[in-house]
Nanobody, 126 residues
Framework: QVQLVESGGGLVQAGGSLRLSCAASGSTFSSYAMGWFRQAPGKEREFVSAITWTGSSTYYADSVKGRFTISRDNAKNTVYLQMNSLKPEDTAVYYC???????????????????WGQGTQVTVSS
C-alpha cells in the first residue's frame, strides 16, 4: 500500500513553467514505477508520463514530449514532473499514480496503476 500526495499546481501564463511533485508514503517507494496522468474538464483521464523504479527509463505522451520531464528521487520518496513551455491545452487536474509490476506495453494504461493521488490543478492562461 502506498499513499500519494501531489503538489505544485497553480495558474501560469502560456509559455511558463511549473514543477509538480508527488510525495509517497506507506510502502517502499523504490519498488514502484510511477506515472503522471491528467484530466481536463469533460475529457477522459490521459497518460502524460511514466518512469521506471530505477529511473532508467522514461515515457511521454506525444503531446508533452520535449516540454515535460519526469524524474524521481527515491531517497526522498518523490517523483517530479517539470513542465515547460506550457500551453492552454495543458490545463487539467494532474494525478500521480504508482504501479508495482511494470511492462512497457501497458505504460499508458490507467488500469495498470494501483495507487492514485488526489490530483493537483494546473491552469494555463492564454
Amino acid at each position: 500500500q502506498v499513499q500519494l500526495v501531489e503538489s505544485g499546481g497553480g495558474l501560469v501564463q502560456a509559455g511558463g513553467s511549473l514543477r509538480l511533485s508527488c510525495a509517497a508514503s506507506g510502502s517502499t517507494f523504490s519498488s514502484y514505477a510511477m506515472g503522471w496522468f491528467r484530466q481536463a474538464p469533460g475529457k477522459e483521464r490521459e497518460f502524460v508520463s511514466a518512469i521506471t523504479w530505477t529511473g532508467s527509463s522514461t515515457y511521454y505522451a506525444d503531446s508533452v514530449k520535449g516540454r515535460f520531464t519526469i524524474s524521481r528521487d527515491n531517497a526522498k520518496n518523490t517523483v517530479y514532473l517539470q513542465m515547460n513551455s506550457l500551453k492552454p491545452e495543458d490545463t487539467a487536474v494532474y494525478y500521480c499514480a504508482a504501479r508495482g509490476a511494470f511492462t512497457r506495453a501497458t505504460v499508458t494504461f490507467r488500469s495498470a496503476y494501483s495507487y492514485w493521488g488526489q490530483g493537483t490543478q494546473v491552469t494555463v492562461s492564454s
